[in-house]
């Protein structure tokens, strides 16, 4: 079992960046599948960013892609996701989540733990 906690939200202007952060609790937090997701008020928690064992592979979401960048620290048990050229649709719950598995994972569904979330606020 695996716990998770995120960091580094907060209000940043359009243009901007910010780095978010996962902590992860375990021992075995090389061999879970990262992934990072979004959601807004009313919304469906919509993928973001993937990375898989080892930082084998990653996938981005086409909104993301060449502004954010997810990576891991294996022997920090940490995940980050880079954002910059941040837009006001980037604004939403950012979670962390984590999968016991070798390969990429793209659904919340794929996902058995979740962290609680930090808020990222991006004005125009």
């Known amino acids: 079992q695996v716990q998770l906690v995120e960091s580094g939200g907060g209000l940043m202007q359009a243009g901007g960046s910010l780095r978010l952060s996962c902590a992860a609790s375990?021992?075995?937090?090389?061999?879970?599948?990262m992934g990072w997701f979004r959601q807004t008020p009313g919304e469906e928690r919509k993928f973001v960013a993937a990375i898989a064992r080892s930082a084998a592979g990653t996938y981005y979401a086409d909104s993301v892609k060449g502004r954010f960048t997810i990576s891991r620290d294996d022997a920090k048990n940490t995940v980050d996701l880079q954002m910059k050229g941040l837009r006001p649709e980037d604004t939403a719950v950012y979670y962390c989540?984590?999968?016991?598995?070798?390969?990429?994972?793209?659904?919340?569904?794929?996902?058995?733990?979740w962290g609680q979330g930090t808020q990222v606020t991006v004005s125009s």
């Open positions: 989540a984590a999968d016991f598995t070798s390969g990429l994972r793209l659904r919340p569904s794929d996902y058995d733990y």
């Open positions: 375990g021992r075995t937090f090389s061999l879970y599948a």
